[in-house]
């Protein structure tokens, strides 16, 4: 192994805070739109009106129709899949309803549906209640969308799995190898979730400005930091090849940056998947421990790229345990304030993949156990009863006995 040059070593860093730093914030710190529709779900809720009666043209909007109240119901949920699988039965949509299923798809991150549906309700007269985001700011944050989106890339989608659509400007030579890799990307998706793999959508940015016009247009809030530079969220991927003092943040064509792209499609899996099936948002503090989706999103990537694995743990024992660095306790990879913003970060992280691979095993059988994990989690909500009961194991004493390793020590 080559020692991390202090270089490396920054941006490891950064890269690894910036890259995850997004989606938590976004929800525990400056929720975006539909979280603060929650706040106001007490004085919106005496909007609720009666169910449409049912007799009428499919699809067409009715100006006098009834708003459907379990579709409102599931928008303050922040149930988005579930939104829209119920819009998607109203034969009279009401404008109300046509402007919640475009919130709601602007939540799943599909603003080409969202935007038909928010300028059919604003055509019909409703824009939205007060305290909700109204569609005139939606709809401007879907043309900026599709102002900066990058063309489709049709030779990966053909030469690629249907679940990733690659949205990228001409192969650049830190983009080349990305594109190259997205078949593999898919061959990963399918060994986990086969036929049930959701579709994600790559999009890959060359340049700095567009990507952060497209992050605050599409996620609702700005790009968290000068180096965050890639997300993954329900149904897509971004990734930006510069930060904002436009130099390449991660090195082209190297194993870890190509990692690092599929560790977010791992996040973006398991966002889509717990959206779709279960109607949860992934990033919902009850059902997130970031040891677990950290780690899973790392294990995703190591099923590409086995060596993925073996650095981190070179680099706990070069750069942590020779260092004198102290093991975290359990606790602290549960939290999201501990885990990210508290102690060593890359520690949790590291060790957070080790653990993961631990509990779940090798390729063979590893794999599999991840949809059943997110299916049982979704439903009773206890991580360490999910794990015990999926894997056989204790994530507890598997972190305990991994450290205890790791560091040598005689406990
Ligand atoms: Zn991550």
Known sequence: MIPLSDLDRRLFRAA???????????????????????????????????????????????????????????VEGSRWGEAVRIFSTIRK??????????????RLHQPERAREELLRGKELGFSGWDGWPGAEALLRRIATVEEVLPPVRPEEGRSADSAIAVHAGPPTPWSGPVLQAVPEFAAVGRRIFGTDLPRVRLVLFAERQPYERFHAAMFGV????????????????????????????????EPETIGNVLHEFGHAWLASYLMDRHGKEWLDPALRRPWLDEGLADYAASLR?????????????????????APPSYQ??????????????????WLSALLVAELLGDAK??????????????????????????????????????????????R
């Not at 730093?21 to 009106?49: D, K």
């Not at 501990?338 to 992280?349: C, I, Q």
Request: glycine fraction near 6%.
């Open 222 to 253: 700005p790009v968290p930091t000068a180096w965050h530079d890639g997300t993954g969220n329900i149904n897509i991927v971004v990734f930006c090849e510069k930060d904002r003092q436009e130099k390449q943040s991660r090195r082209a064509g």
């Open 332 to 349: 602290t990879l549960n939290g999201y304030r501990e885990f990210y913003e508290e102690g060593d970060v890359d520690t949790h992280y």
């Open 93 to 106: 949509p009401a404008p109300e309803d046509l402007y919640l299923a475009g919130v709601a798809h602007l």
């Open 305 to 325: 790229e086995p060596t993925y694995l073996e650095r981190r743990k070179a680099w706990i024992e070069r750069e942590k345990v020779a260092k004198a660095v």
């Open 365 to 410: 059988g590893g794999p599999a156990l991840i949809p059943r994990i997110l299916d049982q989690l979704a439903r009773s909500g206890d991580h360490e009863a999910t794990v015990r009961s999926i894997t056989g194991k204790d994530p507890q004493k598997e972190f305990e006995r991994l450290t205890r390793r790791l560091w040598k020590s005689p």
């Open 16 to 74: 690894h805070h910036r890259i995850d730093s997004a989606p938590p914030t976004y929800r525990s710190r400056r929720p975006p739109a539909p979280c603060r529709l929650l706040r106001f779900r007490v004085a919106a809720g005496f909007l609720l009106l009666a169910l449409a009666p049912g007799s009428a043209i499919d699809g067409e909007p009715f100006p006098e129709a009834a708003p459907d109240r379990s579709l409102k119901a599931a």
